[in-house]
């Protein structure tokens, strides 16, 4: 009953169509026991004036006076009695292909909104490479049992008894040792599902590491390349692939012993009533067209039963991509029990006491964060790698959720706050942003598609890269390529600075987004949002202590905990952790100046 309800549970909305198709299937599957009947009539009624076994609705229709107008009467019929059955089976067929297709469009769009409404904690553990297989591979695997072996077990079980059926009006006994092994076929085929779907379900996890690893390579060819890794890359997916084609090649085997073994047995069976029924009709137990009937109906039940193991298989194969979709789709949503509330931001932040721990860490990874941001106040947050700087802005929009404490935008805390109404109003651009592999213009544009061309121009300039696009050879309709591979580190970190600044929002987050960009381009950038933005509240993670020195408010963190704040002077002033990031990197670049003015006088 579990695997009935988690089978049908994708069927909501059709499964009255599936029903549709099912007594269309039905009705051809007791045409057919019909089918052999008609020789028998031949043989024994027309022939021998012995009662015909036909139904009487067809036997009205087979009158005639001579053998000749009766052997034409009944090949008339039995066309027109074919030619029903090729429209049922038609019309079933397209009932079918709608049902399944419109069941898969909705599998797939179920699984990709549910992907877009799981945690940030949920991608961060997921492979990508699984995630695409889960849903593209596996949700065709389903429509495909529920289209062709699904449909195929009622085809089976309705045709295996209309047959016998039709055999027990004939002959009882010879019904009996006409289906005499049946049962051992039924049984191989249970023990053949219990070992088939541990062999599934190990391929399907070789599949997916192996398309993981192919899309890590192909995503990360620039890594590969820049470090001549391409030879143990092809060695990695060599093994990946190679694991693969080993589970593959087992669950092959296993297939070829069934179908072998169930093969043996049917031909036993066919022995079996080709000699019982020849013994019969000698003994004038069965009449000659009698006989007949029963080697066509014979084909009837063994060779659908043989079909039973491609559909065990198959079951076996679905349940454990129906199990795999099930971790998706069972996944609580990180907007399940969301707030909906939808207060004015307008860009006050306060951090009061706030702790934050993974759950899979043993201790803190921020320690009794508090701080207050004023509305359109610059904030720099600097600090070691590891340090907790972008689990920080991480908690402001949700991505985390705090133990401890409360983070208030203007005096709301914001597990109060609707995350999608939060996030609309906190702007953050990522250190590596992602960019489509469209124009320069459309990557920009992509949070407005009907932006007008002199707002996209205008973002443009204030993140200093007009003047780069306009020097391209095809200026803002330039294909940037996949993950904006054409373009420089810092060319990408200021298309994504000028696409979230189409839209003002009252907080904005540079997560060590300017960390690509000269100090020259960092100014500029920064002087022109001070000149446009001047009620946003910006926050700005960065290493880089030029970048921090303009800031309104420093926030130095080390260990997960605030240690200094403050603004330039005062923290140059305290001699701590900022006053020795500020030695060592003006100490750096002075070096670096001194050495450049050297190398060219001895030039």
Not at 246 to 262: H, N, P, Q, S, V
């Amino acid at each position: 009953m579990k695997r009935l309800k988690q089978m049908t549970k994708w069927m909501k909305g059709y499964r009255l169509i599936y029903l549709i198709a099912v007594l269309l299937l039905v009705s051809l599957q007791y045409l057919r026991t019909l089918s052999p009947l008609f020789m028998t009539h031949i043989v024994d009624t027309i022939f021998n004036g012995i009662n015909s076994p036909l139904p009487q609705f067809i036997q009205v229709f087979l009158q005639g006076d001579t053998i000749r107008s009766q052997l034409l009467i009944v090949a008339i019929v039995y066309v027109s009695f074919t030619l029903i059955r090729v429209v049922i089976m038609f019309g079933r067929r397209m009932i079918n292909a709608y049902f399944t297709e419109n069941i898969a469009y909705n599998m797939r769009n179920t699984l990709y909104n549910k992907l877009q409404n799981l945690s940030f904690t949920y991608h961060s553990h997921a492979e990508t490479g699984d995630l695409i297989q889960r849903c593209t591979t596996d949700v065709d695997t389903y429509r495909r049992f529920i289209g062709e072996q699904l449909i195929e077990i009622f085809r089976l079980f309705f045709l295996i008894g209309f047959t016998i059926f039709q055999m027990m009006l004939i002959s009882p006994k010879m019904t009996g040792y006409s289906v005499i092994v049946t049962p051992i076929i039924f049984a191989a085929a249970f023990v053949y599902f219990i070992y088939v779907k541990k062999v599934f379900k190990r391929v399907e996890e070789a599949e997916a590491k192996m398309t993981t690893t192919l899309q890590e390579s192909v995503t990360g060819i620039r890594v590969v390349k820049a470090f001549a890794k391409e030879q143990y890359e092809i060695t990695k997916f060599d093994e990946d692939s190679q694991n693969y084609y080993e589970e593959d090649i087992r669950l092959l085997k296993l297939m070829a012993y069934f179908w072998g073994g169930t093969d043996f047995i049917i031909f036993i069976q066919y022995a079996i009533t080709l000699s019982v029924g020849i013994v019969m009709t000698v003994n004038n137990e069965l009449t000659l067209g009698e006989y007949i009937a029963f080697l066509s109906f014979i084909g009837m039940i063994v060779w659908p039963l043989r079909q039973l193991g491609r559909i065990v298989g198959d079951f076996g194969k679905t349940t454990v991509a129906l199990d795999r979709l099930d971790e998706i789709v069972l996944q609580t949503s990180e907007h399940k029990d969301d707030a909906t509330f939808e207060p004015v931001i307008s860009g006050k932040v306060e951090f009061k006491e706030v702790t934050f721990q993974f759950d899979d860490d043993h201790k803190p990874l921020l320690k009794n964060i508090s701080f207050t941001v004023e509305r359109g106040e610059s904030v720099a947050i600097v600090g070691k790698t590891g340090s907790g700087k972008s689990t920080l802005i991480n908690l402001m929009v949700r991505l985390l959720d705090y133990n401890s404490g409360s983070i208030l935008f203007d005096d709301v805390d914001i597990k109060d706050i609707n995350k999608k109404h939060l996030r609309k109003n906190v702007g953050i651009i990522m250190q590596e942003p992602f960019l489509y592999s469209r124009t320069v213009y459309d990557n920009i544009g992509i949070m407005d598609e009907n932006a007008e061309e002199d707002k996209v121009y205008r973002a443009a300039s204030i993140a200093a890269l007009h003047e780069d696009i306009v020097n391209f050879e095809s200026g803002y309709k330039t294909i940037v390529g996949e993950r904006g591979v054409t373009l420089s580190g810092g060319q990408k970190q200021r298309v994504a600075i000028a696409r979230m600044l189409l839209h003002s929002k009252p907080v904005l987050i540079f997560d060590d987004s300017l960390s690509a960009v000269d100090t020259e381009t960092d100014i500029q950038i920064r002087r022109a949002l001070n000149d446009y933005w001047k009620n946003t509240t910006v926050f700005i993670i960065t290493h880089r202590i030029t970048t921090a020195m303009e800031a309104d408010k420093i926030i130095v963190i080390d260990k997960g905990e605030i240690v200094e704040m403050g603004t330039h002077d005062q923290l140059l002033a305290q001699q701590g952790i900022y006053n020795e990031l500020w030695d060592i990197q003006t100490n750096i670049e002075y070096d670096y100046q001194q050495l450049e003015r050297e190398v060219g006088t001895h030039e």
